[in-house]
């Protein structure tokens, strides 16, 4: 008869699997300390209990869906942004900790006590837009997306988080808001080469929703089109915040040279890799 096991030996077991299947062993903590409402330290405090009976089932259907690399915030329904827990779900995005600095940096270069409006493309899961609105209550937001899903997940999000304070609108980049004008237009489109696609991690390929990772032209796609339509929506003064991947940085500044009225500047991100730009809107007299 074997021992009661614990939720100590049932993480280690799970690491072993995992990472000898090359999937990330940090999976199996999140999963666990999400599904019990725990932090790290009660997780700690928790190592050598024994699992309860009525967990038992629930963390061995978790593991195979890890051990199937299927994201840990997919299985649990969650995913953290600047501090706030959002409803994520097949077909939607997993926000990143790295768009976080992109975030930050918006909320740096706008002054918090002025009226202000933020458009956020691509909204995804809502990270973006919910993370502004929730940092910045005299600010109005709003944010798009081309699929129902993501809108849906992003209304649900904000519904609970920011009640009241975003407008979502259905549509393609700056469609839905053809006659408006923002302070401040931020975006983490798809930006992915197809031909990247082998070197990317298995969950990601296998489980995120190709429209948002993806574009043509080497990725450069939808950055063409931001930048060439964001003169269009942006206040005189305005800002265009925008992710990109490490190695995008001179196509990124090329498109940026046909639009005069738009002074780029580049930053890096904490880990020193070129991930984004804010390009401040001088019309042209």
Avoid: C
């Amino acid at each position: 008869m074997s021992a009661p096991e614990t939720y100590n030996t049932w993480l280690q077991t799970l690491h072993q699997q995992l990472t000898a299947q090359g999937l990330d062993p940090d999976g199996a903590e999140y999963v666990l300390t999400t599904r019990q409402g725990w932090t790290n330290t009660d997780l700690l405090l928790h190592l050598r209990t024994v699992i309860p009976a009525d967990l038992q089932q629930q963390l061995v259907s978790d593991a195979k869906r890890l051990l199937a690399a299927e994201p840990a915030q997919y299985i649990v329904g969650q995913a953290w942004f600047y501090g706030l827990p959002l409803q994520v779900a097949p077909g939607v995005l997993i926000p990143r900790p790295e768009t976080e600095e992109l975030v930050a940096w918006l909320l740096a270069s706008l002054p918090a006590d002025r009226p202000v409006s933020v458009l956020d493309i691509g909204t995804g899961s809502g990270a973006i837009a919910i993370a502004v609105a929730h940092e910045r209550p005299r600010w109005s937001v709003t944010a798009t997306d081309i699929s129902p899903r993501a809108l849906e997940v992003a209304t649900a999000n904000a519904q609970r988080l920011v009640p009241g304070r975003i407008r979502f609108i259905q549509g393609d980049l700056f469609r839905p808001v053809a006659q408006d004008r923002f302070t401040a237009i931020i975006s983490n489109p798809p930006y992915i080469a197809w031909g990247e696609a082998a070197v990317m991690d298995q969950s990601v390929k296998q489980y995120e929703p190709s429209t948002a990772l993806f574009a043509p032209d080497n990725g450069h796609a939808l950055y063409a089109q931001l930048i060439d339509q964001a003169p269009d929506h942006l206040a005189a003064g305005g800002q265009l915040f925008l992710e990109h991947g490490y190695h995008q940085r001179p196509a990124l500044a090329a498109l940026l040279a046909r639009q005069p009225g738009l002074v780029p500047e580049f930053r890096a991100d904490m880990a020193g890799h070129p991930r984004m730009v804010r390009a401040v809107y001088r019309p042209q007299v």
